[in-house]
């Protein structure tokens, strides 16, 4: 279990702030009719059982701290995907965990019919912490997201002047805003698409005139859709970096640019900073480092520690106000039990110095990766803890990004592919020092055996049905 106190440097070659607290040591998993008692059992359960939206790396967590998870075997792993980004402040952050509970002796529901204590505490923290005039409550990323595009869309009637039912909400290609029809309707991949047509109208990465697509980090293809189609145009929704489409990092002056063409258009700008956001990339928004302010923000994710659904949509009166009572809400938005522990995690992330450690390790973390010097590795990316390697299959013996993941599992760390080909490396930014270089040499090691793999390597736990899909290797 990580102690948190390792004196890593930051860019400056200062020592950054020890991570605080040191987590405790848990007492052996007792057995619960709530808990899976072994990995099988979890496994063949949930296939058995649940919708097969998820093609999940095969293992299960029973717990977790810091930056470490244990399966029901007790077998530990350090967790290299941070439940994406989520867990930004660590798994089960004791602070995080005291607040929760703390708060569910106390209240934890009281609709937006009424007032409650925590919430107005909530929205002044989030407000100051991120240099908004007002926030609008929800609970997933996908919710603020769509959230954001309704009142966009109705900025653009109000105060913009676009007739109604023209108002047009534009993304970059290759986008993930997540999995609700609006979303998908906006996205590129036809993974997410197909079979769930007819799509919301108006939304999407394409110029409805010229039917030419707008990139991720084209400028020109964006200001030509607002060209044509700029008057009718509510906003520009974009990942700061994409993280699906495999951490896309775009050039430094993009978001700059990108911020005024809307200006010049009267468009509202809004940064999806779900996965970005909460000082993952060593900024508190990933935007920060255009030194843009967005005319709003998504956040979601870690801005509640992984603890408790909480998402947000940020903006400024102008825009915000839009929204008139009883147009617009949800149940548990604003909650104060997902108050109560979001306040808590904007703290620790300041307490504990998160932002300059994702920065600092982030740069540990990529130099590593680009000294192993591996023909199989094509690109090493992104910013803060937020990474990816690009890994080519024309030099792996037949391997995919998959096995490297079933490899690095079986030495105890996991990641997962995105975009077949393709590693995200984002862990929790409690990480320390020594735990990074312990991740690099279990990447090295598995990097370096993977040409050469053929048999089995330990037995891999999934359902009978599910032999040879996707999986590549039985290690």
Same mark, same amino acid.
């Given at each position: 279990?990580?102690?948190?106190?390792?004196?890593?440097?930051?860019?400056?070659?200062?020592?950054?702030?020890?991570?605080?607290?040191?987590?405790?040591?848990?007492?052996?998993?007792?057995?619960?009719?709530?808990?899976?008692?072994?990995?099988?059992?979890?496994?063949?359960?949930?296939?058995?059982?649940?919708?097969?939206?998820?093609?999940?790396?095969?293992?299960?967590?029973?717990?977790?701290?810091?930056?470490?998870?244990?399966?029901?075997?007790?077998?530990?792993?350090?967790?290299?995907?941070?439940?994406?980004?989520?867990?930004?402040?660590?798994?089960?952050?004791?602070?995080?965990?005291?607040?929760?509970?703390?708060?569910?002796?106390?209240?934890?529901?009281?609709?937006?019919?009424?007032?409650?204590?925590?919430?107005?505490?909530?929205?002044?923290?989030?407000?100051?912490?991120?240099?908004?005039?007002?926030?609008?409550?929800?609970?997933?990323?996908?919710?603020?997201?769509?959230?954001?595009?309704?009142?966009?869309?109705?900025?653009?009637?109000?105060? !913009? #002047?676009?007739?109604? %039912?023209?108002?047009?909400?534009? $993304?970059? *290609?290759?986008?993930? =805003? +997540?999995?609700?029809?609006? @979303?998908?309707?906006?996205?590129?991949?036809?993974?997410?698409?197909?079979?769930?047509?007819?799509?919301?109208?108006?939304?999407?990465?394409?110029?409805?005139?010229?039917? !030419? #697509?707008?990139?991720? %980090?084209?400028?020109?293809?964006? $200001?030509? *859709?607002?060209?044509? =189609? +700029?008057?009718?145009?509510? @906003?520009?929704?974009?990942?700061?970096?994409?993280?699906?489409?495999?951490?896309?990092?775009?050039?430094?002056?993009?978001?700059?640019?990108?911020?005024?063409?809307?200006? !010049?258009?009267?468009?509202?700008?809004?940064?999806?900073?779900?996965?970005?956001?909460?000082?993952?990339? +060593?900024?508190?928004?990933?935007?920060?480092?255009?030194?843009?302010?967005?005319?709003?923000?998504?956040?979601?994710?870690?801005?509640?520690?992984?603890?408790?659904?909480?998402?947000?949509?940020?903006?400024?009166?102008?825009?915000?106000?839009?929204?008139?009572?009883?147009?617009?809400?949800?149940?548990?938005? +604003?909650?104060?039990?997902?108050?109560?522990?979001?306040?808590?995690?904007?703290?620790?992330?300041?307490?504990?110095?998160?932002?300059?450690?994702?920065?600092?390790?982030?740069?540990?973390?990529?130099?590593?990766?680009?000294?192993?010097?591996?023909?199989?590795?094509?690109?090493?990316?992104?910013?803060?803890?937020?990474?990816?390697?690009?890994?080519?299959?024309?030099?792996?013996?037949?391997?995919?990004?998959?096995?490297?993941?079933?490899?690095?599992?079986?030495?105890?760390?996991?990641?997962?592919?995105?975009?077949?080909?393709?590693?995200?490396?984002?862990?929790?930014?409690?990480?320390?020092?020594?735990?990074?270089?312990?991740?690099?040499?279990?990447?090295?090691?598995?990097?370096?055996?993977?040409?050469?793999?053929?048999?089995?390597?330990?037995?891999?736990?999934?359902?009978?049905?599910?032999?040879?899909?996707?999986?590549?290797?039985?290690?």
């Amino acid at each position: 279990m990580a102690p948190h106190a390792d004196a890593s440097l930051n860019a400056n070659g200062s020592a950054l702030k020890p991570t605080a607290p040191t987590f405790q040591p848990i007492a052996a998993l007792s057995e619960s009719k709530y808990h899976s008692t072994s990995s099988s059992e979890a496994i063949e359960a949930e296939h058995k059982y649940a919708a097969h939206n998820y093609h999940p790396l095969p293992i299960v967590f029973a717990r977790a701290e810091g930056c470490n998870v244990w399966d029901p075997e007790g077998k530990e792993y350090i967790d290299f995907l941070s439940a994406y980004s989520a867990v930004n402040q660590g798994h089960c952050h004791p602070e995080l965990v005291k607040a929760l509970c703390e708060q569910a002796q106390r209240l934890t529901l009281s609709s937006r019919a009424f007032h409650n204590d925590v919430f107005p505490k909530w929205a002044e923290k989030v407000k100051d912490v991120f240099g908004y005039d007002m926030v609008l409550p929800m609970n997933t990323g996908a919710e603020a997201v769509e959230t954001a595009i309704k009142v966009a869309r109705k900025w653009a009637y109000k105060v !913009k #002047g676009v007739p109604q %039912g023209k108002a047009l909400i534009f $993304a970059a *290609a290759e986008n993930f =805003h +997540g999995r609700t029809m609006t @979303a998908i309707s906006m996205s590129t991949d036809p993974e997410s698409k197909d079979n769930y047509g007819p799509y919301v109208p108006a939304v999407g990465a394409v110029c409805p005139s010229t039917k !030419k #697509g707008i990139e991720f %980090g084209s400028v020109s293809a964006l $200001a030509e *859709a607002f060209e044509a =189609h +700029g008057k009718e145009t509510a @906003a520009f929704i974009v990942e700061p970096i994409q993280g699906e489409a495999g951490v896309v990092v775009p050039a430094d002056d993009y978001l700059t640019q990108v911020q005024a063409l809307c200006k !010049k258009h009267n468009v509202l700008l809004i940064c999806d900073e779900i996965q970005t956001g909460i000082g993952r990339t +060593g900024r508190m928004l990933c935007s920060q480092w255009a030194g843009i302010k967005p005319d709003m923000v998504t956040l979601g994710k870690a801005i509640s520690g992984g603890m408790y659904p909480v998402s947000c949509v940020l903006g400024s009166k102008e825009v915000m106000l839009v929204v008139e009572p009883g147009t617009h809400g949800s149940t548990y938005g +604003g909650n104060p039990l997902g108050c109560a522990v979001s306040i808590r995690a904007l703290e620790i992330m300041q307490e504990e110095d998160l932002t300059v450690r994702a920065e600092a390790l982030g740069t540990i973390l990529r130099k590593g990766l680009e000294d192993f010097k591996s023909p199989i590795i094509k690109t090493v990316r992104g910013k803060g803890l937020l990474n990816a390697i690009v890994i080519d299959e024309d030099k792996t013996g037949g391997h995919s990004a998959w096995d490297l993941c079933m490899l690095m599992k079986s030495k105890g760390l996991l990641a997962k592919p995105t975009h077949q080909n393709i590693i995200r490396f984002a862990p929790p930014l409690v990480i320390t020092e020594d735990q990074i270089k312990k991740s690099l040499q279990i990447i090295g090691e598995a990097i370096t055996e993977l040409p050469n793999l053929k048999g089995a390597k330990e037995d891999q736990v999934i359902p009978k049905s599910e032999k040879g899909v996707h999986i590549g290797l039985d290690i």
